[in-house]
């Protein structure tokens, strides 16, 4: 007998789930010892190399090791490695970030790094992959098998690695490390509690702007990515410093915007601003973050990842409303193969 067929979101809702667990055993691992043997002392900057979710999980890694380390942190698409000849990198560390390890151009990226004088260092959830085999040090997500084709609990465990990453390199985080661990496991399961509000007003919108800073950025960059994936809906993610320039036009026309706030004292007065410039356009304006559930204070990207935690329910039953199965969306798979 066969089994019968899951009902539509039924796994993406079970690995989201399961992202909070995800992200307090990662966050709270102490790689030190490891890491030790890739002088990290000795790292003048980091680069990331990433794609799709895995680019905005880095994106937001960058903010925090950057504030955390004091060295710069930026991204290197993979085509420099995949289709050219590389770039110099004596003196500097490569981060790849990949849920599975497999896309050939992330693994040409870990060869061509160290190639060029990179220390490598891998975040991947399936053991044994080929980027992982390519790399110096691999830090395991270690979300176990996910099978919906979005990247959910991947995502939020890739964050947590990467804030055990930056505790490992600036041994002052370690304790905020692992106080945001015990805080989203001691959260879950997190939901919004206007999430009804959230998944009618994203069943009815045709443009939706997602709009952050800091490690907000990369979070909303992650939800502007899920709602394209799962619900075939318009949505693209803005800084709200850059969103008050050519893009507050859009506002004019039917528009909705998700403004993440991590709660960053600094940066309440640019969200301020971007939130009452786009109202005052016309966009319908919603503003969400981890004091929604009274979360304790999180550091920056500990909070990016309590917001994905938050929106990815949402998200999901978003799809759903508008007739989409987010475990399956129609012109996806799960590894995608690029160059």
């Known amino acids: 007998m066969t ?21 307090a055993r990662a966050a709270a691992a102490d790689h030190a010892a490891a890491l030790a ?103 395991p997500i270690a979300a176990g098998p996910e099978r919906a084709v979005p990247a959910t609990k991947t995502v939020v465990g890739a964050i947590g690695a990467g804030m055990a990453l930056i505790a490992a ?11 945001d661990a015990a805080a989203l496991a001691a959260l879950a399961p997190l939901r919004h509690p206007r999430e009804a509000a959230l998944v009618a007003a994203l069943r009815d919108a045709r443009h939706v702007y997602i709009i952050g800073r800091d490690t907000g950025f990369g979070a909303a960059q992650e939800i502007a990515l899920k709602l394209k994936e799962t619900c075939a809906l318009h949505a693209e993610a803005y800084s709200a410093s850059e969103v008050l320039h050519g893009p507050l036009q ?7 915007a998700l403004m993440l706030d ?17 109202a005052a356009a016309g966009a319908t304006v919603l503003r969400l973050g981890p004091a929604d559930v009274s979360a304790p204070a999180l550091t920056p990207a500990g909070a990016a990842a309590a917001l994905l935690c938050l929106l990815y329910p949402v998200v999901g039953a978003a799809a759903r409303a508008r007739g989409h199965n987010p475990d399956a969306p129609a012109t996806l798979s799960k590894v995608t193969q690029t160059t």
């Open 3 to 23: 089994a019968a067929p899951a009902e539509p979101g039924a796994l993406m809702a079970a690995e989201v789930a399961e992202a909070p667990a995800v992200f």
């Open 37 to 139: 043997a890739l002088a990290p002392a000795t790292w003048r900057a980091i680069y990331t190399v990433a794609r799709g979710s895995s680019d905005a999980a880095a994106g937001i890694l960058a903010y925090e090791a950057m504030r955390e380390t004091g060295l710069p942190v930026t991204s290197l698409p993979p085509s420099v490695f995949s289709l050219g000849a590389g770039v110099a990198l004596g003196g500097a560390a490569v981060l790849m970030v990949s849920q599975s390890g497999a896309s050939d151009d992330l693994v040409r990226s870990a060869r061509g790094a160290r190639a060029r004088g990179a220390r490598v260092v891998a975040l991947t959830n399936v053991p044994g992959s080929p980027v992982e085999a390519a790399a110096e040090l691999t830090l």
């Open 169 to 179: 390199l600036a041994p002052a985080y370690a304790p905020r490390a692992r106080a």
């Open 250 to 256: 859009l506002a004019t026309e039917p528009l909705l």
């Open 262 to 278: 991590t709660g960053q004292p600094g940066l309440r007065p640019s969200l301020d601003l971007a939130g009452s410039r786009l």
